[in-house]
């Protein structure tokens, strides 16, 4: 169970995400300083580098990680691999409310029509790849650095940037429907993936 400091932290840094997100419409992302997005929320700079270490970063941080990392484990033991992280994406991100989605697309184009953010968000793949290789080595009783399960880790990573671009192209794109379509031919597309979870050849 998350911790009240824990929480007082997310909410924190929720807060200030809400306000550079509006700042950055507004001026747009390069002429925001963090200055400006600490004194929106009512803190002080040194409070906003307690929470992010750039300006960067309060556009990259969610919390979807954890929560999909934590739904990935709670899948059905007989679920595949592949079966339990598309249930894991579809009960985190499929009950978001419109506005929560409204947010993650907003934040998606910033990511990818921004240059240092997009830089940023292609330099941290490897920390969620290295996330999802482990709870699929605990699923399948594999190593994480098995190749199979580095494959896996990688082509749901995958799944993620492509879904991503897709929204930069078109702004009316949902990038949640658009994830759990293509994790649904992830799954229909590698048979190694779509055996049982002890069948996830090396």
């Known amino acids: 169970?998350?911790?009240?400091?824990?929480?007082?932290?997310?909410?924190?840094?929720?807060?200030?995400?809400?306000?550079?997100?509006?700042?950055?419409?507004?001026?747009?992302?390069?002429?925001?300083?963090?200055?400006?997005?600490?004194?929106?929320?009512?803190?002080?700079?040194?409070?906003?580098?307690?929470?992010?270490?750039a300006k960067e970063d309060v556009v990259l941080w969610d919390d979807f990680d954890g929560l999909i990392?934590?739904?990935?484990?709670?899948?059905?033991?007989?679920?595949?691999?592949?079966?339990?992280?598309?249930?894991?994406?579809r009960d985190v991100l499929g009950g978001l409310p419109e506005a929560d989605r409204g947010k993650l697309r907003e934040r998606v184009l910033l990511m990818l029509s921004v240059p240092p953010l997009r830089a940023t968000l292609l330099d941290q793949v490897s920390g969620p790849m290295r996330l999802l290789a482990g709870v699929v080595a605990e699923r399948t009783g594999r190593r994480p650095d098995d190749p199979g399960v580095r494959a896996l880790a990688g082509a749901v990573i995958g799944v993620g940037l492509a879904a991503m671009f897709a929204a930069a192209e078109d702004q009316d794109t949902d990038v949640v429907s658009l994830i759990d379509s293509m994790m649904a031919r992830l799954e229909a597309g590698f048979p190694c993936f779509s055996g049982r979870s002890n069948e996830l050849h090396s």
């Open 1 to 53: 169970m998350t911790g009240l400091r824990e929480r007082k932290k997310a909410k924190t840094r929720a807060t200030l995400q809400q306000h550079a997100l509006r700042l950055f419409r507004e001026q747009g992302y390069e002429a925001t300083t963090v200055s400006q997005i600490a004194e929106a929320a009512e803190v002080s700079e040194s409070t906003f580098f307690r929470y992010f270490r």
């Open 69 to 89: 990392l934590d739904a990935f484990r709670a899948q059905p033991a007989e679920s595949t691999p592949v079966q339990a992280m598309r249930g894991a994406f």
